[in-house]
Nanobody
């Protein structure tokens, strides 16, 4: 069982930056690949970024590629999403998720555990 708690969301102006953190419980965090998703009002939850368990592989949606980075610190049981050059269309609730599948997973159904989400609001 893995419990995930996101933090770091908030209100930021367009062009600004935020770093989201996702703290995981459990001693087997390093065995899980991790992902970030987001859900804007009235829209489906969409994939944002993912990182493999060893940090050897990362993958980003086209909408955030070049602006967001994902990293993890297995010693701290934490995964991060650094968001730069934020745009109003990045406004959403951001969720982290964990999967026991190896490698990069981009589909919601591929994840086993989810956090409660953290709100990111980007003003124009």
């Amino acid at each position: 069982q893995v419990q995930l708690v996101e933090s770091g969301g908030g209100l930021v102006q367009a062009g600004g930056s935020l770093r989201l953190s996702c703290a995981a419980s459990g001693r087997t965090f390093s065995r899980y690949s991790m992902g970030w998703f987001r859900q804007a009002p009235g829209k489906e939850r969409e994939f944002v970024a993912a990182i493999s368990w060893s940090s050897g592989y990362t993958y980003f949606s086209d909408s955030v590629k070049g602006r967001f980075t994902i990293s993890r610190d297995n010693a701290k049981n934490t995964v991060y999403l650094q968001m730069n050059n934020l745009k109003p269309e990045d406004t959403a609730v951001y969720y982290c998720a964990a999967t026991s599948k190896m490698g990069i997973v981009t589909q919601r159904s591929g994840y086993d555990y989810w956090g409660q989400g953290t709100q990111v609001t980007v003003s124009s």
